[in-house]
């Protein structure tokens, strides 16, 4: 079971309590199937649709609060960066460094993550196609990178919506092992929320189901215990009680 990668978490960092109820059900999941589930979330929503959304703690309180999750449930740990410069600090107490899809192309951010040693994990743009992420690798591979992960989490056509060409998943396979189907992002609705990016999470099975017809080696599932109440990403992350089964479903 732990040839397949299995990312799960809350989109943002909203408080230790969410956490830690997290942590335990991934435990849990990871005890009774056999999994190696990567703990998630991020420091920082840097990315957010409106100036008054929540963000999460920030860079120093951050980071503190993924080291005690890592050390108190012994779990890897995943977040992801927006600048350069976080690339060091973050590198000290993760497994994998997260690139944003909106950011896979940012030449200092690739460089800088790869430098760190760690596992990069590089978002598939919503502009570009799965042939394109060539490049973006080529960048990390070349700065020093070993491990290299690409994320499929669709494509805008249109307005307020996206679309998931599942071909860009055996095109992102010819360029690295590892490609990662994110579950829940696929299913967003960029915007569409009067200042706020909304969704439907009924659609997140299909989606990884789907994946795994067409070679997913991996899937990405933003999980919160109550998603409408979440902070950030609401509308498209999956109630965490729904994890285990499918997860227990992809691995059949």
């Known amino acids: 079971m732990k040839d397949i990668k299995l990312i799960a978490g ?31 979330a991020s420091f920082d ?7 008054n959304s929540f963000r999460g703690p920030g860079l120093d309180k951050g980071l503190e609060m993924l080291a005690a999750v890592k050390e108190k449930y012994g779990l890897k740990i995943l977040t992801d960066i927006h600048e350069a410069w976080q690339a060091k600090p973050v590198g000290e107490v993760v497994d994998v460094i997260q690139i944003p899809a ?7 951010l690739i460089v800088a993550a790869a430098k760190t040693g760690k596992t990069v994990n590089i978002k598939k743009a919503q502009f570009l196609s799965g042939r394109d992420m060539v490049y973006p690798v080529d960048k990390a591979r070349q700065s020093g990178a070993k ?26 396979k010819e ?24 969704g439907d999470r ?9 994946a795994k017809a067409f ?15 979440g902070l ?19 691995l059949r």
């Not at 909203?14 to 830690?20: A, Q, V, W």
């Not at 494509?155 to 055996?170: C, E, H, K, Q």
């Not at 009924?202 to 789907?210: D, E, G, I, Q």
Request: negative net charge.
């Open 10 to 40: 809350p989109c943002v960092i909203e408080s230790e309590e969410l956490l830690d109820t997290v942590a335990k059900e991934l435990v849990r999941i990871n005890v009774k199937l056999g999994t190696d589930i990567i703990f998630k």
């Open 45 to 51: 929503k840097a990315n957010r649709t409106s100036l």
């Open 102 to 108: 909106f950011l896979c192309r940012q030449t200092d």
């Open 147 to 172: 491990d290299i992960w690409l994320t499929e989490r669709g494509n805008s056509f249109g307005y307020n919506n996206l679309v998931v060409d599942f071909r860009n998943i055996p095109d992102m």
């Open 175 to 198: 360029i690295v092992p590892t490609v990662i189907m994110d579950c829940t992002h696929s299913v967003q609705r960029p915007s569409a929320g009067n200042g706020k990016t909304t």
């Open 202 to 210: 009924r659609f997140v099975p299909s989606m990884a189901l789907a």
């Open 215 to 229: 070679g997913a080696t991996g899937y990405f599932f933003e999980v919160h215990p109550d998603p409408d109440k």
């Open 232 to 250: 950030s990403d609401a509308a498209n992350m999956l109630e965490l009680n729904k994890l285990y089964p499918l997860i227990e479903e992809l």
